[in-house]
């Protein structure tokens, strides 16, 4: 269970977050998500596939980081073995929540920083402050609200990106068959990936109008990524061993 309350200097003056690794602070996942202005940092440690909401229907982009629920093959005790960390776990305790803002009018919200109170990773004497003495976000705090604001930026731009793609059938369901060294046969299913061959028949104007947009560099970083997946299967042999 969650419970998020908006981040008060009032009320949370003597709150720190344990920014440790591990399985104890929900890091043994499966996957997470991303978006497209993340995928340079993602494509040089992880595959990069999408997945689909059964509840909204909506897509979204996601790292791949284990072939099981609740596996991480990135995460060895209490290391992160990457070069780099998807910036929706190093967001982790925190997230933007909105609340109404009368200023702007009747319905308009307001992005707030809240964090997750029933998180292990809070705790009142282990770990970053939120605040200083007098009261000021630390730099900690700072730099997790601009964290906060990517994501948020990230995930707005991400809604063009995903219809761009289903607009043109871009996307597809695909299974990954692997054979460990053990001789078990496992497969990786329920995740999308870019159709090729429907990408390069695209013809001129839409090519250029998703390279305008951004949208034909993140499509091929997507694609370039899928190199990632045989790391990915020497480790799951490794632990095996």
Wanted: aromatic share 10%; glycine share 8%; with cysteine.
């Amino acid at each position: 269970m969650s419970s998020f309350a908006i981040v008060d200097s009032s009320v949370h003056r003597d709150l720190t977050v344990n920014t440790n690794r591990g399985a104890a602070f929900g890091d043994n996942l499966m996957f997470t998500m991303t978006y497209p202005m993340e995928f340079r940092d993602i494509q040089s440690c992880y595959p990069i596939f999408f997945s689909k909401d059964p509840e909204t229907g909506q897509f979204y982009p996601v790292a791949l980081l284990g072939f099981e629920e609740q596996s991480n093959l990135f995460l060895n005790g209490d290391q992160w073995e990457a070069t780099y960390i998807p910036m929706t776990i190093r967001r982790q305790p925190f997230l933007i929540g909105f609340q109404p803002d009368p200023a702007k009018g009747d319905g308009a919200t307001k992005p707030v920083v809240s964090i997750d109170m029933d998180s292990p990773r809070v705790t009142r004497n282990d770990g970053e402050a939120l605040f200083n003495e007098d009261g000021k976000p630390t730099d900690f705090l700072q730099k997790t609200i601009g964290t906060l604001e990517a994501i948020h930026h990230g995930l707005e731009h991400n809604k063009g990106f995903v219809a761009a793609l289903l607009e043109k059938e871009l996307l597809e369901s695909f299974t990954l068959e692997i054979t460990l060294n053990d001789g078990s046969n496992n497969k990786l299913m329920g995740f999308y990936t870019i159709a090729e061959e429907k990408l390069q028949s695209l013809d001129g104007e839409t090519l250029e109008k998703f390279n305008a947009q951004g949208y034909l560099q993140s499509i091929y970083m997507a694609m370039a990524s899928f190199s990632r997946i045989r790391p990915m299967i020497d480790k799951k042999n490794a632990a095996l061993d």
